[in-house]
């Protein structure tokens, strides 16, 4: 990696409060509230349950499973507040998309480690009325299990003392283009406390997503 790419790397994963203004908010409320909304009803005729276990405050990031590129704009489009998505570094490199998750205040982040910028974003985050949003899978995963669970979600929780709310997928794993050919369900779960026991925050989060999806929880060897 050129020292250059490695300077911008580091640009992109380090955002600051003020990062998070109302003007992304509002690029962020049109892209998935409005554009893909429409498409999530439309198309997928989506439905979302548990909404009332949202926390008020934002002292909390969400955790979904994740099976397809839809989860990130969907993720967003349920919550009635900004997401701060984590997004892998390699994305940054394309200047258009450089350019597109700056604006939806995605923030980049190397899957190998969890580095000081990514603990300073999501502390900045923290001093904003948005909230962190984090695939713990860290990629793509096919239906029908929970599996591959990464720790850095439980602990940025643990370093930032912060809650997990579990947030079940379903149904984004097929293309969907004809009006009312798919459904897509995203069952929201109770906020799972923050520990300094890692491994037990994991194995909670996994076996909600298990509850609230129906996948077959599989726990990652020690």
């Known amino acids: 990696m050129s020292e250059k790419t490695e300077k911008n790397n580091k640009n992109h994963a380090l955002r600051d409060a003020a990062f998070y203004n109302k003007w992304r908010r509002i690029f962020l409320f049109l892209v998935t509230h409005v554009f893909y909304m429409i498409r999530f009803k439309l198309v997928y005729r989506l439905e979302v349950h548990g909404k009332e276990n949202i926390p008020k405050d934002n002292n ?3 955790a979904p499973n994740h099976l ?6 969907l ?6 507040r900004g997401v701060a998505c984590m997004a892998k570094i390699e994305l940054f490199e394309n200047p258009f998309m450089r350019w597109w998750l700056d604006w939806l205040g995605a923030f980049a982040v190397d899957r190998e ?3 000081v910028s990514t603990l300073k974003t999501v502390k900045a985050i923290k001093n ?3 909230v962190l949003g984090m695939f713990p899978q860290g990629t793509r995963q096919l239906d029908g299990e929970i599996k591959n669970i990464t720790k850095g979600f439980a602990n ?4 930032n003392k912060c809650g997990i709310l579990p947030m079940g997928i379903t149904g984004t794993e097929v293309a969907k283009r004809i009006p009312f ?9 109770e906020i799972i406390p923050y520990s300094d ?3 037990e925050m994991v194995d909670k989060w996994g076996k909600s997503i298990q509850e609230l999806t129906g996948f077959k929880y599989i726990p990652s060897e020690q």
Do not use: E, Q
Not at 68 to 73: A, E, I, M, N, Q
Not at 75 to 80: G, K, L, N, S, Y
Not at 181 to 189: D, F
């Open 113 to 115: 480690k969890v580095s």
């Open 197 to 199: 026991n890692v491994d």
């Open 68 to 73: 397809s590129t839809l989860d990130p704009p």
């Open 60 to 62: 909390f990031l969400i």
């Open 75 to 80: 993720m967003c489009a349920v919550m009635d």
């Open 181 to 189: 050919s798919g459904k897509i369900v995203v069952n929201i779960g």
């Open 156 to 159: 940025i929780a643990k370093i």
């Open 128 to 130: 904003t009325d948005w």
